[in-house]
Nanobody, 124 residues
Framework: QLSLVESGGGLVQPGGSLRLSCVAS????????MGWFRQAPGKEREGLSC????????HYADSVKGRFTMSTDNAKNTVYLQMNNLKPEDTAVYYC?????????????????WGQGTQVTVSS
């Protein structure tokens, strides 16, 4: 049974850093595209980053480019999102997702499976 479990969220002050983890179970994610998304109250789900599990490269939304970095540990079936210089507007529930598409992208509709999410709150 396929599952995705996020962890690493919490409360951080503006300018601080967090690293989110997503452990994939029930499938080998190196055959998939993996993505990170977030959703703030009252807003649509926003694509942040994606990476091809076989090492095809990473893509980032403009809102996080230069601050967030996505990476993988294929042996552990785990993806990470390193978040630096966090801002209050980064406050949201963060989700990881998996897509069987051969074309990498950060459109929510292309992703087949989703984790439960982890809360990130940026506040002083």
């Amino acid at each position: 049974q396929l599952s995705l479990v996020e962890s690493g969220g919490g409360l951080v002050q503006p300018g601080g850093s967090l690293r989110l983890s997503c452990v994939a179970s029930g499938f080998r994610f190196d055959y998939y595209t993996m993505g990170w998304f977030r959703q703030a109250p009252g807003k649509e789900r926003e694509g942040l980053s994606c990476i091809n599990g076989s090492g095809g490269g990473t893509h980032y939304a403009d809102s996080v480019k230069g601050r967030f970095t996505m990476s993988t540990d294929n042996a552990k079936n785990t993806v990470y999102l390193q978040m630096n210089n966090l801002k209050p507007e980064d406050t949201a529930v963060y989700y990881c997702a998996a897509s069987s598409s051969v074309v990498a992208g950060i459109h929510p509709g292309m992703y087949d499976d989703w984790g439960q999410g982890t809360q990130v709150t940026v506040s002083s």
